[in-house]
């Protein structure tokens, strides 16, 4: 009864520092538009069936990934349950998942070897992996201020930014491998916000390199569309703008006209069969939820009709199968839709203004 009471209370605190966040704002950043977005008790019963669907799945290590793709991709399949977890108002050692997210966070901080990689070096795509995994290790130390992460998590924080490449016109981006070369949309936003989480947090990390990223996602825009491209002077693409201006958003432009673009943007190219569906809405739905208003009511509702029509409920259990390019496996998408419908609790430092 004593850890039940203590548990709750951690929620509660944690809920009234983000709601506290968003209702303010943060020095130097316009105020949040009034919320009105709830979390209503069926999409509540979808998150608690979800959370104990994945807890379930968590393996002997305390990674997430237990088939196929997943199992490749432990570092980052963990890393997205972390974040799921922690908008869910889950916190290590605190909550009804509370030993899953410890040992999550231990399995990456184990990972973690002298030189600041993680232990999948051969993964030709290792930055993504890197980058997931450090943002939800740099969430957990920014609220729990644990000693004994520290260390290791400034090494993660380093190998990013002695990767930032430094090619003619890759300058201040990121891509696959850890060495300083060309970039692209997609691993640069992991990176950036990967640095901009550990920074929030209290780590050292160069102004200097969080502005070179951002100069860097700016020059990926598509000034017709609005939209946003893989490398600049390409074509635009959803998942691409909503990477971009999640980031910029990170990095505390909130009102840029960039990020209005990205997100009328967003709405004019939404799909239910979106061939980077997941992927995509991970960072569309955290961009549109730090717009706020009208436009995340708007927002949360579609994706929340879709994500119900498509979630597979057994007992008390809730999952969804992998859908799509990109859709890995049942791990990612129900860490990531969980995520998502998780929003409103407002429990995500990282999000909030």
């Known amino acids: 009864m004593k850890h039940l009471l203590r548990s709750a209370l951690v929620l509660v605190v944690l809920g009234a520092l983000a709601q506290a966040s968003f209702a303010a704002g ?6 949040r538009p009034k919320d009105t977005v709830i979390v209503d008790a069926k999409t509540e019963a979808t998150i608690k069936g979800a ?3 994945l807890a ?4 002997a290590s305390g990674a997430w990934g237990f088939s196929g793709e997943e199992q490749k991709r432990q570092v980052a399949m963990t890393g997205y349950t972390l974040m799921a977890m922690q908008a869910a108002g889950q916190l290590p050692g605190e909550g009804e ?3 899953n997210v410890t040992a999550g966070m231990n399995y990456l901080l184990d990972s973690i070897g002298p030189d600041g990689l993680y232990n999948m070096r051969s993964d030709g795509q290792y930055m993504y992996s890197h980058g997931i995994a450090t943002i939800a290790l740099a969430e957990l130390y920014g609220q729990t201020k644990s000693p004994t992460m520290r260390g290791k998590l400034d090494k993660a924080v380093k190998v990013i930014i002695s990767a930032q490449a430094n090619e003619p016109g890759h300058e201040g981006g990121w891509r696959y491998r850890p060495v300083a070369k060309d970039a692209d949309i997609s691993v640069t936003v992991l990176c950036l916000v990967a640095l901009r989480a550990a920074k929030n947090g209290g780590l050292e990390v160069p102004q200097r390199t969080i502005d070179e990223a951002v100069t860097y996602v700016k020059r990926c825009q598509d000034e017709r569309t609005g939209g946003f491209c ?3 002077q ?8 909503a990477a971009a201006i999640y980031s910029l958003q990170v990095c505390g432009l909130y009102e840029d006209p960039m ?12 799909r239910d069969d979106h061939e980077w569906f997941t992927y995509g809405n991970f960072y569309a739905a955290s961009a549109q939820y730090m717009v706020g208003g009208e436009t995340w009511q708007k927002w949360y509702a579609k994706i929340n009709g879709v994500l119900q029509s498509q979630v597979v409920k057994q007992g008390d259990v809730a999952y969804w199968e992998s859908r799509g390019r990109g859709g890995v496996g049942p791990t990612f998408c129900t860490a990531v839709y969980t995520m998502i419908l998780a929003m409103p609790y407002h429990y995500i430092p990282l999000y909030q203004r």
């Open 26 to 31: 943060a020095p130097g950043s316009s105020t």
């Open 51 to 53: 959370l104990k669907y």
């Open 56 to 59: 379930s799945k968590q393996q």
């Open 97 to 99: 998942y509370g030993k």
């Open 230 to 232: 893989y490398q600049p």
């Open 234 to 241: 390409r074509d635009p693409g959803f998942a691409r703008t």
């Open 259 to 270: 990020v209005k673009k990205g997100s009328e943007y967003l709405f004019q190219n939404l």
